[in-house]
């Protein structure tokens, strides 16, 4: 199977109203990672989510709501590994939607790998403040670890990655560079998100 292209710039944002605003910059990977919302109001963020993302010819992922993607005819759709538990993987496979699994550990890698992702994510690679977590750093040298397993199949770097980090993290093996607070936490976020496609672009 020939592995997904991905751009190597992948945005995480908490609502489509971030979408709406930087999506025109020329983002070409998203996730949304929404939570704590209603059943009726995840439902809309994820079918607005869906229609910013057709509109500038960007690939969405959808974080955790499984049946919602499958509902809104997303492409994509990221599990965390407490995710995987409820999952029902055969009707996201069926509804042709691609997957991608969190990995922290061996073990946790191990069992990402036996439902044929189309794409594997490792973190923390640096200390996030976004949510806490038994793994504090990995570091890059983690990174081509991950990729000596992992072969093609494309390997995401997320976790503390900022611009001055991410050639570490494409050097040491990572195909695509994740961000969220280095976006959403800083000053001018439009000139952020220029910057990160200027450096991920260049190559």
């Not at 910013?52 to 990221?78: F, S, T």
């Not at 403040?129 to 750093?137: A, D, G, T, V």
């Amino acid at each position: 199977m020939t592995p997904i292209q991905l751009d190597r710039f992948y945005p995480i944002f908490d609502n489509a109203a971030w979408l709406a605003r930087l999506l025109p910059l020329g983002i070409k990977l998203v996730q949304l990672r929404v939570k704590d919302l209603s059943p009726e109001l995840l439902q809309a963020e994820i079918k607005l989510a869906k229609f910013l993302c057709d509109e500038a010819g960007c690939q969405l992922v959808v974080n955790d709501h499984w049946q919602i993607a499958i509902d809104e005819g997303c492409d994509y759709v990221h599990l965390g590994q407490e995710d995987m538990d409820d999952a029902d993987f055969a009707a996201i496979k069926r509804a042709n939607i691609k997957l991608g699994l969190s990995t922290h550990d061996r073990d946790e890698l191990e069992r990402a790998m036996g439902y044929n992702p189309d794409y594997i994510a490792l973190g923390p690679i640096y200390p996030t403040i976004l949510k806490k977590m038994k793994w504090h750093q990995q570091g890059v040298a983690k990174l081509s670890e991950w990729k000596a397993e992992i072969g093609d199949l494309p390997l995401i770097a997320i976790g503390g990655m900022n611009i001055s980090r991410a050639d570490g993290a494409f050097n040491a093996g990572a195909d695509v560079v994740a961000a969220v607070t280095d976006i959403t936490l800083n000053a001018s976020p439009e000139d952020r998100v220029t910057q990160w496609l200027n450096v991920t672009r260049a190559k």
